[in-house]
C-alpha cells in the first residue's frame, strides 16, 4: 500500500514539473473543479430573499471567477516579463501584432481557471436557481395562486415554501436548471472553438517549421531548467562568502564546501546584463540565424532590441 502511495505521488510530481501547456491547464482545470465542488459543499448558502439571491448568485459565480483570473495573470511569467520590459525599454519596439500576442498569451492561460469555474457552477445550477428564481413569471406557472410573488419565489431555492406550492418550486428548479446547465454547454462549446481558432491561427502565422518549432519549446525549457541550477548554486556560494567575510566563518556541510572550492565566486553579474536577459522575447534571427532566447541573443553578442538591416524579426510569441 505505501508502495502503491508513493508511485502515486512520484506521478503526480511528474505532471506538475512538466512544462507542457496543455498538461498544466488540464491541472488547473481540475483543481478548479475540486474547488468549486468544496465551496458549493460548504460555502454556498443562498439568502433566499428577493434581491439578495440575484446578487449572491452572480456573485458566487464571478467573484471566483475574477480573482481566479487575477491569480492566473500574476503567476503567469509573460505578465512580469511585460513588466520588466515596459519599465526598462518601453513598448516602441512592439508592433501591433506581437502586443496582441503578448496579450493574448497572458489572458489565454489566466482564463482557464476562471472558464473553468464558470461552466461548472452553471452545470450544477445552484447558483443560477439562487439568482433568478424570483424573476420567474409567475403566469408561467400552470394554476400558480395569485397572491403569491417574487418574495414566495425568491424562497425556493431553500424548499421552505408551503406544501401546496412544492410542485411549482420542482418546475421553477428544472427550469432554471435546464437554462443553466444550456448556457454552460454554449460556453464549453465557445470555448472549445476559440481554442481550435487560435491554435489553427498560432500554426497557419508561425514562421517556423513544425520541428524548430518543437526545438525551440525544448530550448526555452532546458535553458530554464539549466539556468536554474547554476543560479542557486551561485548565489549559495555568493551568500557563503559574504556570511564568511562577516562572522570570519561559515557552516557549510561536505556538498556546499565541495561546491565553494570548485567554483570560486569573485563577481557578481551586473545590473546591465541582467536587464539584457530578462523582458519579453520575440524570435528574432539575425544573420539567417535563430535567437531563440534573451540569454542566446545576449551570448551572441547582438545588440539592440528591434530589427536591424543585417536582422529578421519574425513576430511569433514564445508561448
Known sequence: MAALIAEN???????????????????????????????????????????????????????????????????????????????????????????????????????????????ISLLRGEAYICALSEFVRPSSLDKFPADHGAEVLARFPCKDVPANLTKYRDDVARRLRYESQLFGWLLIGIVAVLVFLTKCLKHCCSPLSYRQEAYWAQYRSNEDKLFRRPAEGHSRILAAKNVKQFFGFVALDKEEKELVQEFPVEDVQPSPQWNAITGVYIYRENKGFPLYSRLHKWAKGVEGNGPTPEGHEMLFLAS
Open 9 to 119: 505521488f512520484r506521478f503526480l510530481s511528474l505532471f506538475f514539473k512538466s512544462k507542457d501547456v496543455m498538461i498544466f491547464n488540464g491541472l488547473v482545470a481540475l483543481g478548479t473543479v475540486g474547488s468549486e465542488e468544496l465551496f458549493s459543499v460548504f460555502a454556498f448558502n443562498c439568502p433566499c430573499s428577493p434581491a439578495r439571491n440575484y446578487i449572491y448568485g452572480l456573485a458566487a459565480i464571478g467573484v471566483p471567477a475574477l480573482a481566479l483570473f487575477l491569480i492566473g495573470v500574476i503567476l503567469n511569467n509573460h505578465t512580469w516579463n511585460l513588466v520588466a520590459e515596459c519599465h526598462k525599454r518601453g513598448t516602441k519596439n512592439f508592433s501591433a501584432a506581437a502586443t496582441f500576442l503578448l496579450f493574448g498569451s497572458i489572458m489565454g492561460r489566466a482564463a482557464v481557471a476562471p472558464v473553468t469555474w464558470s461552466v
